[in-house]
Nanobody, 123 residues
Framework: VQLQAFGGGLVQAGGSLRLSCAASERIFGRYTVAWFRQAPGKERELVVGIRWSGSTYYADSVKGRFTISEDSAKNTVHLQMNSLKPEDTAVYYC??????????????????WGQGTQVTVSS
């Protein structure tokens, strides 16, 4: 599976961005799909993960602000980010776990990664 993430940029606090992850094949409903982020000096952390079954897990820090969705016709997964905060600043990665691991929040569970897209939120 090849993944290409895009849509990052610079936005003021309170603003919105939509990230997209284009896949080379259908991934939604087949595998676990996730968005991770990594800020400078910090570990990569799960933002949101959705299992093949549809069950979804959001990090507490983004609940109510971020939403994952899909465009099945384009094999693309989106991450809508609203009410952005400076602490959301990070490189965001999409990832796919084809083995449907139990540990949805562990980066080591994922087999394929996009190249990352920078999100910067100014205060």
């Amino acid at each position: 599976v090849q993944l290409q993430a895009f849509g990052g940029g610079l936005v003021q606090a309170g603003g919105s961005l939509r990230l997209s992850c284009a896949a080379s094949e259908r991934i939604f409903g087949r595998y676990t799909v996730a968005w991770f982020r990594q800020a400078p000096g910090k570990e990569r952390e799960l933002v949101v993960g959705i299992r093949w079954s549809g069950s979804t897990y959001y990090a507490d820090s983004v609940k109510g602000r971020f939403t994952i969705s899909e465009d099945s016709a384009k094999n693309t997964v989106h991450l809508q980010m609203n009410s952005l905060k400076p602490e959301d600043t990070a490189v965001y990665y999409c990832a796919v776990d084809i083995q449907r691991s139990v540990a949805i929040s562990s980066a080591s569970s994922y087999d394929f990664w996009g190249q990352g897209t920078q999100v910067t939120v100014s205060s």
